[in-house]
């Protein structure tokens, strides 16, 4: 078994444009819009005038990180990538304040800060099952005491049927939302061949073994959102 995820030449985010991306993103991942809904929801209720640090693990252009540091402008960001294209498109959404861009693979850098926030949506699902478990361990090391990890990804189930009922439905949302046929095959290609889906039951699993405190925010087709704390 590979013991980690794919290669960053191996994915296709170098040949995207930024915008381009920012528009298929939303079209292509089931309710990319609703869990980041429910992101917002989370952290306005935090306190706007506190500089949390904040990392965000796979973060493409930035939309994530854009929503947090609009509610919460006092916060730092650290932003890892290994997509130069998706790190420049991140660049143009954040500026230079309060941010620091980290080009490379997120599961071999050594990070050496702690953080009260670490994100990540639909940036782990190309980790294998010993990537995910490492991953989350690492996570939790990172986190300081009462430390939260906002963790939206593409997930399947343990179930066989349900698994193939929501996969049957993801490729059905990308033929209803893609706007031509190369875009569906580039998003298709890449769900059939690269993604590495990992049943939502195990990872919560994995995340609990690690001390997590797990909430499950949402949960439709394969798309999730976990709130996940480190207790205090
Ligand atoms: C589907 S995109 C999601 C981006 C963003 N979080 C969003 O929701 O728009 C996944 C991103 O994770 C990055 N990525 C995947 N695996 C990574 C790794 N091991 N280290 C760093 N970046 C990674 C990819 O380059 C890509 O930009």
Not at 88 to 108: L, Q, T, V
Not at 154 to 171: E, F, G, M, P, Q
Not at 212 to 225: C, D, E, P, Q
């Amino acid at each position: 078994m590979k013991t980690t995820n794919v290669k960053a030449s191996q994915l296709n985010y170098d040949k995207y444009s930024a915008d381009k991306y920012d528009k298929d993103i939303v079209n292509s991942i089931p309710f990319h819009r609703e869990i980041h809904d429910e992101i917002v929801k989370y952290i306005e209720r935090l306190n706007i005038s506190k500089n949390y640090h904040v990392l965000d693990l796979g973060v493409g252009t930035a939309i994530t990180s854009r929503i947090i540091k609009d509610i919460l402008p006092k916060s730092e960001f650290d932003l890892v990538d290994f997509s130069k294209q998706m790190l420049d498109g991140a660049r143009k959404k954040m500026g230079n304040d309060n941010i620091n861009y980290i080009m490379g693979d997120y599961s071999k850098i050594s990070f050496d800060k702690k953080y009260d926030i670490i994100v990540s949506v639909i940036g782990i699902h190309h980790q294998n099952i010993i990537g995910k478990k490492k991953l989350f361990k690492k996570i939790f090391a990172l986190l300081k005491p009462g430390g939260i990890f906002i963790f939206g990804d593409l997930v399947t189930y343990r179930d066989k049927n349900i698994a193939a009922l929501n996969n049957a439905k993801h490729y059905k949302h990308l033929v209803d939302k893609s706007t031509d046929d190369k875009t569906l095959s580039e998003w298709a290609f890449h769900h059939m061949f690269l993604n590495d889906l990992s049943p939502i039951e195990d990872q919560i699993d994995w995340l609990k073994i690690c001390g997590f405190k797990v909430y499950k925010k949402f949960l439709g087709l394969n798309t999730a959102l976990l709130i996940c704390k480190k207790n205090i």
